[in-house]
């Protein structure tokens, strides 16, 4: 067994249950499409201005709608907040995409600048996540510090390319570690145990479906790249069409199989490795194939749609998480303090979004 939750030698050490069971979320899509569709309209207007309003108000409704014991989630950023943070990490962004076409040298030195703000940037947007979350008027917190962030984002991939990327696991493993082992839920810091072989046994698990989807891949598409070639002008069909497209649809599947082949097995682990001590254990039991199918349904859906399905489609992915997903809460989370910080700036947050890079951590 992976695990650290209790057994039953320790239960007599380990605070009464008060809940057990999954997590809700109650969200609609019909309700959620009315927000999606308000807050594109009106950031379309506003030139963007709008959408700090539109990140609260989702978040908000995804929040709102997930509970753990009848408790929904609060998440406590305002737009304002957002929308401070986002110019300035535009006008950041902006600066250097001009230096970088100016003066190339100027733009490269800035781009290694930024390999040593990175690390910052990743906590402070942890940070004002953490502090921006709250259940049972609980807020979490992040207390990650520059010095491993710098190891595990920067040093640790770096060092990955030159094993040819078989140190990618670990780094992997690291990075995982870090951002969980950090967070706390008022005064009580999460406990994990996460393993490095789990992330090897993951990594090679995918590169088999990996390696078996390119074959599946590669014998549609030669068989087609025959079909079509055999076709002449005169004897255009409609199998010219449909070919490229169930290519095009099975490459969809490929990708998106072996994306949730690894974010499964991993989810798993992450959440039955993880624990508030004396407060709340977790349990994952996320299936790759029900996973896959799901993302694969909701691209298609949002492609012949034309994006018009997106809601939909978040709404299936947060209520097949939710469903899967198992919070046993003990009486220690009644005695919960919930630790007074500093307010916390977006901009480090909205930089990371600018910059491309995903702090998430689901």
Do not use: C
């Not at 781009?111 to 906590?123: H, K, T, V």
């Not at 349904?297 to 034309?306: G, P, R």
């Not at 299936?316 to 910080?341: C, F, W």
């Amino acid at each position: 067994m992976e695990s650290i939750h209790p057994t039953s030698s320790e239960s007599n050490q380990t605070p009464p249950a008060i809940f057990s069971g999954k997590v809700q979320f109650s969200g609609k899509s019909g309700e959620f499409f009315g927000i999606w569709s308000v807050n594109i309209l009106l950031s379309i207007i506003t030139l963007g201005i709008y959408s700090a309003w539109a990140k609260v108000r989702t978040y908000r409704y995804f929040y709102g709608h997930t509970r753990i014991d009848g408790h929904s989630f609060d998440y406590l950023a305002t737009p304002i907040q957002i929308l401070k943070g986002r110019i300035l990490a535009v006008i950041a962004f902006l600066i250097y995409t001009l230096l970088s076409s100016l003066a190339p040298a100027i733009g490269l030195l800035f781009a290694i600048g930024f390999l040593f703000l990175l690390p910052w940037i990743i906590n402070q947007g942890l940070r004002f996540n953490m502090r921006m979350t709250r259940h049972r008027n609980v807020r979490f917190a992040f207390s990650g510090n520059y010095g491993d962030a710098f190891i595990n984002f920067v040093l640790l991939p770096i060092a990955s390319v030159f094993t040819l990327h078989l140190l990618l696991p670990y780094v992997l493993k690291r990075i995982d570690q870090y951002m969980h082992e950090n967070i706390s839920y008022g005064n009580k810091p999460l406990t994990v145990n996460l393993q490095g072989e789990r992330y090897y046994i993951a990594a090679l698990i995918t590169l088999g479906v990996a390696i078996g989807g390119l074959v599946i891949f590669g014998f549609f598409a030669g068989a087609s790249a025959l079909t079509i070639d055999n076709l002449n002008t005169q004897n255009f069909s409609l199998s010219t069409i449909v070919v490229p497209l169930l290519i095009a649809v099975l490459y969809v599947a490929f990708l998106t199989l072996v994306g949730a082949v690894y974010h499964s097995l991993i989810r798993n682990h992450i959440f039955n490795n993880s624990e508030f001590s004396e407060v709340a254990t977790f349990d994952s039991n996320l299936k790759a194939i029900d996973y896959a199918i799901l993302l694969f349904t909701n691209v298609l859906a949002i492609m012949f749609t034309l994006g018009l399905a997106y809601p939909w489609a978040k709404i299936r992915r947060a209520k097949l998480l939710a469903s899967v997903t198992e919070v046993t809460i003990y009486s220690g989370a009644l005695s919960l303090i919930d630790v007074a910080q500093n307010e916390q700036s977006s901009f480090a947050e909205e930089a990371a979004n600018v910059f491309d890079i995903d702090i998430s951590l689901t």
